[in-house]
């Protein structure tokens, strides 16, 4: 069974830093694009960045309210997935899924920003 | 950059009654590149087709997708009470590689 469980939400002010995990399970990782997508509270769903598989270069893509804030990255060793949001803003507050391919999506988790 | 409009913003259903769902991009999109989604308060969204028309698995066919170019369209045949939720489009692009998705329509029980 596919798994995937985010972790390391919480309430952090403006200008702070956090960094959100993904374990995932029950399928190959390695070979997995993987994907960030938010939500903010009572608003549609929002694409926030890619990471590809070390194979096809491990390369990175981010939409353009976090580029040059928020890395992904990704730990094929450990099966875990990593978001690291820097200069947070109020406008961040969301929950934040990972996905692989479509169909699979964690629970997600959900960042606060503010003072 | 495309963009995904949907309509109607709400649409307000019984049970039993046909649902249909309309997705228009900006510009065309590859059939093979568009999803829709269900998503239920405080869950996460749920695939149901890709590739416009292909069901997700474990999908019913009571869910049904179709379109090309610029529209879209998600057809529930007869609502079950657990179908109302949010649905949202998609389109998955390979170049750039970015998601896209649209605004959403909420199914509500009439």
């Known amino acids: 069974e596919v798994q995937l469980v985010e972790s390391g939400g919480g309430l952090v002010k403006p200008g702070g830093s956090l960094r959100l995990s993904c374990a995932a399970s029950?399928?190959?990782?390695?070979?997995?694009?993987m994907t960030w997508v938010r939500q903010a509270p009572g608003k549609g769903l929002e694409w926030v960045g890619r990471?590809?598989?070390?194979?096809?270069?491990?390369?990175?893509e981010y939409a353009a309210p976090v580029k040059g804030r928020f890395t992904i990255s990704r730990d094929d060793s450990t099966n875990t997935l990593y978001l690291q949001m820097n200069s947070l803003k109020s406008e961040d507050t969301a929950v934040y899924y990972c996905?692989?391919?479509?169909?699979?999506w964690g629970q997600g988790s959900l960042v606060t920003v503010s003072s | 950059e495309i963009v995904l409009t949907q309509s109607p913003g709400t649409l307000s259903l019984s049970p039993g009654e046909r649902a249909t769902l309309s997705c228009r991009a900006s510009?065309?999109?590859?059939?093979?590149?568009l999803a829709w989604y269900q998503q239920k308060p405080g869950q996460a969204p749920r695939l149901l087709i890709y590739?416009?028309?292909s069901r997700a698995t474990g999908i019913p066919d009571r869910f049904s997708g179709s379109g090309s170019g610029t529209d879209f369209t998600l057809t529930i045949s007869r609502l079950e009470p657990e179908d109302f939720a949010v649905y949202y489009c998609?389109?998955?692009?390979?170049?750039?590689?970015?998601?896209?998705f649209g605004p959403g329509t909420k199914v509500e029980i009439k």
């Open positions: 996905t692989a391919t479509l169909q699979y």
């Open positions: 029950g399928f190959t990782f390695s070979n997995a694009w």
């Open positions: 990471i590809k598989t070390k194979s096809d270069g491990g390369t990175t």
């Open positions: 510009q065309s999109v590859s059939s093979t590149y």
């Open positions: 590739g416009a028309s």
């Open positions: 998609q389109q998955y692009g390979r170049s750039p590689p970015i998601w896209t």
